[in-house]
């Protein structure tokens, strides 16, 4: 036998055995080569009751839903924030102290008439007498007179909400206009009472104090 014989011989027999190396893992389980099965420890049968596959290296099962979290009590109420009633009743005074102190000799005391819906019942009828009275007295005056208010600050002196009462003190910068068009500028602090009347505050009462000349 020649060199080149012995050696091609030796070629095919090296190919052969590298063919059946793999023919041999080919034909071997899915997932079974080079892995060592692990002893019965009982955990099939633990895991074949719970219905789940155990982690060998945790012993947990891998399957179970994760701890739950405390939700939140979906029937907890929201507690709404609480309206700051002071800023509210500084806005309803100072707006109502320059409707009611602002008017003409000439508009029939709309000043007056047109804030009814926020007075109490005592304010309304105040009011009402109050133009009756003035009316009758013919204090409407020919020449014309007007006087402009127009609020600067305003102050709660008072505020109790389970009693529904409260006063607030609006200064007002008061612009007097005389019937030969002469002007006269000053400051006025009104004092102002509420009630709460069916949940709303109204105006119980308005009384002007004294006037302090501007500069």
Do not use: C, H
């Not at 034909?27 to 596959?53: C, E, H, K, Y």
């Not at 009828?125 to 009758?136: C, E, G, I, L």
């Amino acid at each position: 036998m020649s060199r080149r014989t012995r050696i091609i011989l030796i070629i095919a027999a090296l190919l052969l055995l590298v063919g059946a190396i793999i023919a041999y893992l080919l034909l071997q389980p899915r997932g079974s080569a080079g892995v060592t099965a692990l002893p019965d420890d009982g955990a099939t049968d633990i895991n074949r009751q719970l219905g789940g596959s155990l982690d060998r290296t945790t012993g947990a099962n891998v399957n179970a839903a994760a701890p739950s979290q405390p939700a939140a009590d979906a029937t907890t109420p929201v507690v709404p924030a609480v309206p700051d009633e002071s800023a509210a009743l500084k806005r309803l005074a100072a707006a109502f102290a320059e409707r009611f102190g602002s008017f003409s000799n000439q508009s029939g005391y709309e000043n007056i008439l047109d804030l009814r819906s926020f007075m109490s019942p005592a304010m309304i009828k105040w009011a009402d007498k109050y133009v009756a009275d003035a009316t009758a007295a013919g204090a409407v005056r020919a020449e014309y007179f007007g006087m402009v208010t127009r609020s600067v600050s305003s102050e709660v002196l008072k505020l109790d909400e389970t009693a529904g009462i409260a006063k607030i003190a609006v200064t007002t910068q008061r612009r007097e206009i005389a019937p030969n068009g002469g002007e006269k500028l000053y400051y006025q602090v009104i004092s102002i009472d509420f009630v709460k009347t069916d949940g709303t505050w109204k105006v119980d009462a308005a009384k002007w104090g004294d006037k302090v000349n501007s500069g």
